[in-house]
């Protein structure tokens, strides 16, 4: 793929890009969108470093990609500004956000097309990388067998198991998102089959019994961690993720207690998975 307005070095064969050449403190030219969305597609993941986002131009960069998401159990920090997920840990945190493999709020009914984070701290000494992983290629490595019997299957996502009581928060009564999506679901852009289960919102196969479903989740809970699938996304003060939710999973470590990191994420809405 040739670009007439970036620069972008790719971070493995499979998966992950750095993007150079571009301000997004800036609004984007309709030049500079196709490319760096081209480039999402062709990535999966991209980086850019050395950005400075208020919240304004963060939601607005996001906004050029879609519609903005509002996450159904996050608190809302600045009020004045909800679709922006707050993402930080320091010595009072018990957890961090995204801890295990997953694609970002797979419960709703349409999730995420894809999140955007920015971070403006990170930990002195190292630690805090991201994992991300290629589902197309996750897909394409099963046997063909196994990708015979997963094509036309479906699975639930249930945010009620990962939300409740999560945020601190008293959410008695409030009902989380569940949804029904394909086990393996075709991109919208790209056309491409990818493998759509992870461990934070599946919950079981429809139509198997609990015990098949959970020996088949394993089994593919496992095979989405394969190393060959991943980039280790390191970070800096004022580096950006972009990722497509559709098409890659991520994981964020927690390698860093008792040290700070902090940022904000905006996500841009998707549609129905088929």
């Not at 470093?49 to 131009?57: A, P």
């Not at 036309?152 to 198991?161: P, R, V, Y």
């Not at 497509?244 to 927690?254: G, K």
Request: glycine share 8%; hydrophobic share 35%; net charge neutral.
């Amino acid at each position: 793929m040739s670009y007439r307005t970036i620069e972008v070095r790719k971070s493995t064969p499979n998966i992950g890009a750095e993007i150079h050449g571009i301000d997004l403190s800036k609004p984007l030219s309709d030049e500079q969108f196709r490319d760096v969305h081209a480039a999402l597609m062709d990535n999966l993941v991209i980086f850019f470093r050395d950005q400075k986002l208020g919240l304004e131009r963060h939601k607005e960069f996001g906004a050029r990609f879609g519609k903005l998401h509002f996450h159904p159990a996050a608190p809302r920090v600045f009020p004045e500004h909800p679709e922006v997920f707050v993402i930080k840990a320091d010595e009072s945190s018990t957890y961090v956000a995204g801890e295990d493999w997953h694609s970002d709020v797979s419960c709703d009914a349409e999730p995420p097309m894809g999140s955007i984070l920015y971070l403006t701290e990170v930990p002195p000494n190292g630690g805090g990388d991201t994992l991300f992983a290629n589902m197309y290629l996750a897909y394409d490595r099963l046997s063909e067998r196994i990708r015979a019997l997963l094509d036309g299957m479906t699975a639930i996502h249930d945010g009620e198991m990962l939300y409740r009581g999560r945020y601190g928060s008293d959410d008695a009564g409030k009902v989380y998102p569940r949804a029904e999506h394909p086990v393996v679901r075709t991109h919208p852009v790209t056309g491409r089959k990818c493998l759509y289960v992870n461990r934070f919102f599946t919950t079981r196969i429809v139509g198997l019994s609990k015990i098949e479903s959970d020996g088949l989740l394993q089994m593919l809970f496992r095979h989405v961690e394969t190393p060959e699938f991943q980039v280790r996304f390191r970070w800096q003060p004022g580096s950006i993720a972009f990722w497509d939710n559709r098409c890659a999973q991520h994981r964020a470590l927690w390698d860093y207690y008792p040290n700070r990191r902090y940022g904000h994420r905006v996500t841009v809405a998707g549609d129905k998975p088929f």
